[in-house]
């Protein structure tokens, strides 16, 4: 067989399992994943652009500018670890860094059966398909635009500051409520592994701060907030992104397999 045609194969191999990977990402619904498995970094010599739509880009659209959406806590789905007071101050923050970037508001509501959003948390099947699966694993799940589902896995030890938690096991509230958001907005997961739609989350950790991939993918939504200016990504941000840059070598285990099938198939073609 001619080396030219070992080459094609293995370029047919690469882009289907590229295709297939991303794939994956935007079928799934959500997931706030705490395992390494999702290392899709290889790919970002693919353009700086990694966020990720749903199927079909669905967006929020009401017909008034700034367009205002209201969210609200099931009465009867809250967990008796945390205070109300803490919760509602938790999603406040994570709903003002979304509003800060893009001209959309959020307004916490009393009513929940009719909030556009509505939050809650819930334990193993909870009637929607997708059960939680206890401590660790799956944190939490959101649905695309415009659903407004945003479910967090009760089983978790929910923390919002980890000075007063101790748990090796505990998860930021804030957190994975800031991920979730992003959802409920549109965005599915990115590749960019500081990007708050990063899909992977280890205990302890606390990152609530939006990347550019994150405002970017946000922005190209819903336009920019006019208050927003480039300016506003803090020094922390260009440090991190150089780290991104740094890291590009590694590779992960779909990185290692396309390689290998490349070397079989220069082995076996030549
Ligand atoms: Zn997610
Ligand atoms: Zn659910």
């Given at each position: 067989m001619s080396l030219l045609f070992s080459y094609s194969l293995s370029l047919f191999f690469f882009f289907f399992f590229f295709f297939l990977n991303l794939h994956a990402l935007r079928a799934s619904p959500d997931t706030g994943i705490?395992?390494?498995?999702?290392?899709?970094?290889?790919?970002?010599?693919?353009?700086t652009r990694r966020y990720v739509y749903f199927t079909g880009k669905p967006r929020w659209v009401r017909p008034m500018t700034p367009m205002t959406l209201t969210y609200a806590f099931s009465p009867d789905n809250m967990i008796n670890s945390l205070s109300l007071s803490d919760i509602r101050q938790v999603f406040k923050r994570a709903f003002a860094r979304w509003a800060s970037v893009i001209p959309v508001s959020f307004a916490e509501s009393e009513d929940y059966g009719f909030a556009d959003i509505r939050i809650g948390f819930y334990s193993g099947d909870h009637g929607d398909g997708e059960p939680f699966d206890g401590v660790l694993g799956i944190l939490a799940h959101s649905f695309s635009p415009e659903s407004g589902r945003l479910h967090l896995d009760a089983a978790e030890t929910w923390a919002v500051d980890f000075g007063m938690e101790k748990s090796p096991v505990a998860v930021d509230l804030e957190s994975v409520a800031t991920h979730e958001i992003g959802h409920l907005l549109g965005l599915g997961h990115s590749l960019v592994k500081e990007a708050i739609m990063y899909p992977n989350l280890k205990p302890r950790d606390k990152k609530v701060d939006l990347q550019r991939d994150d405002i970017e993918g946000v922005q190209a939504l819903y336009g920019s907030n006019p208050n927003y200016t480039v300016g506003d990504l803090s020094e922390s941000y260009i440090s991190t992104n150089l780290a991104v840059d740094f890291r590009t070598s590694r590779q992960s285990k779909w990185a290692n397999f396309i390689l290998a099938l490349i070397i079989i198939c220069l082995c076996i073609c030549n």
């Open positions: 705490l395992s390494s498995e999702h290392t899709n970094h290889h790919f970002t010599l693919h353009g």
